[in-house]
């Protein structure tokens, strides 16, 4: 059964680059039978899908987004990362990894979510 | 992208009550769409795909129905463990992933 843990720091300062890491379990993110995404949820915005990477590295970005983020993977440790950059208040959220393993565009595995918030 | 819109916000009822949510596309999505139950402090939990699909282990009481841009999700005795927030998402293949904007269910 696949499990997948977010990780990374919970306080990132305005104008910095947050950075998150999924840990993926039971399963290999290179196996080519899912698409691995990441989402946010903040209060103001609800859920926002905000990308999504394949086995082979090619990647597909929400466009209010596209500009600021980039998720990539790390095979020698079963990993894919998300990186957003010149991070706001507006960026504070719990993040999520996922995975959809339809690769139709549905979520049927989710991490347990990481809090990040964009303070000085 | 497409608007998803869930109707109503927050929806009081009672133990045993059947409870419809409505789900609304800016446009047609044919039947890509899920749904997910949250509670707080935890992740969503995908109840159904393909706008209609019970995910396994789902109880039965739960069904959805719908395609075009009009969808709804059924429960149909309402139970404890299911007061939670309810979520549709959209899975066109031309547009963004995107969310509705969720649907409290609370205790009467």
């Known amino acids: 059964q696949v499990q997948l843990q977010e990780s990374g720091p919970g306080l990132v300062k305005p104008s910095q680059t947050l950075s998150l890491t999924c840990t993926v379990s039971g399963g290999s993110i290179t196996s080519g039978d899912s698409f691995w995404s990441w989402i946010r949820q903040s209060a103001g915005k609800g859920l926002e899908w905000i990308g999504r990477i394949y086995a082979d590295g090619s990647t597909t970005y929400t466009p209010s987004l596209k500009s600021r983020v980039t998720i990539s993977l790390d095979t020698s440790k079963n990993q894919f990362s998300l990186k957003v950059n010149s991070v706001t208040a507006a960026d504070t959220a719990v993040y999520f990894c996922?995975?959809?393993?339809?690769?139709?565009?549905?979520?049927?595995?989710w991490g347990q979510g990481s809090l990040v918030t964009v303070s000085s | 992208d497409i608007q998803m819109t869930q109707s109503p916000s927050t929806l009081s009822a009672s133990v045993g009550d059947r409870v419809t949510i409505t789900c609304r596309a800016s446009?047609?999505?044919?039947?890509?769409l899920a749904w997910y139950q949250q509670k707080p402090g935890k992740a969503p939990k995908l109840l159904i795909s393909r706008a209609s699909s019970l995910e396994s282990g789902v109880p039965s009481r739960f069904s959805a129905y719908g395609s075009g841009t009009e969808f709804t999700l059924t429960i149909s005795s309402l139970q404890p463990d299911d007061f939670a927030t309810y979520y549709c998402?959209?899975?066109?293949?031309?547009?963004?992933?995107?969310f509705g904007g969720g649907t409290k269910v609370e205790i009467k």
């Open positions: 446009q047609s999505i044919n039947t890509w």
């Open positions: 996922a995975r959809d393993k339809s690769l139709l565009g549905w979520f049927d595995t």
């Open positions: 998402q959209q899975y066109d293949s031309y547009s963004p992933l995107t």
